[in-house]
Structures are given as C-alpha cells and as structure tokens.
C-alpha cells in the first residue's frame, strides 16, 4: 500500500493525504510541488520520476490511515541557492 507521508522531505510543508501538491518517486519519497519543480521531476534520493501522488479517497483513509511519520532530509535536496542563504532565515 501507498505511504502517504504527511510532509515534503524537503522544505517540511504539509502534504495531507487530500493534498493535490504532492509528489513521490517510486519508493515513496514525497515532495511538495514546488520542491518537485525545483529539483526537475527528480528525486533527489534515487533520481526517480516525481509524480502527483494520487488522493486516496476519504472512505479508504479510515480505514487505511496516511503515515504520521514526518520524513525531512533537507541535505538530500539540492538547494539551487548558496548554503549561507539558508541560515539567514
Ligand atoms: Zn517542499
Ligand atoms: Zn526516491
């Protein structure tokens, strides 16, 4: 069964099961659009396709529940931008 992980492994936003923003390679590793745009379809992890993670329907998640388990590795995502940049934020 499809995990649907509860948030980008990148910038750590909220990717609920109904969110039609999400992105996942084959072995689940899940992105946020913008995320996905910005690393060209590509995950960074395995250099898989990223595709729209289909919404399961609100009837199926009761009884088959998305994953609470938050995945962020930000330092598998290549920041296009200066590392410094980050920690001005
Ligand atoms: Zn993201
Ligand atoms: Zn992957």
């Not at 649907?4 to 039609?20: M, N, Q, R, V």
């Not at 995950?43 to 993670?53: A, Y």
Request: charged share 20%; hydrophobic share 35%.
């Amino acid at each position: 069964m499809l995990v649907l992980k509860p948030g980008c492994e990148c910038c750590d936003i909220d990717l609920p099961a109904e969110s039609p923003d999400a992105r996942i390679c084959s072995f689940e590793c899940t992105f946020c659009a913008a995320c996905a745009e910005r690393l060209s379809a590509r995950c960074p992890n395995c250099g898989g396709e990223l595709v729209r993670r289909p919404i399961r329907p609100a009837d199926k998640l009761a009884n088959n529940p998305a994953s609470t388990t938050r995945v962020h590795k930000p330092s598998g995502c290549a920041w296009p931008m200066p590392q410094g940049v980050w920690s001005l934020l």
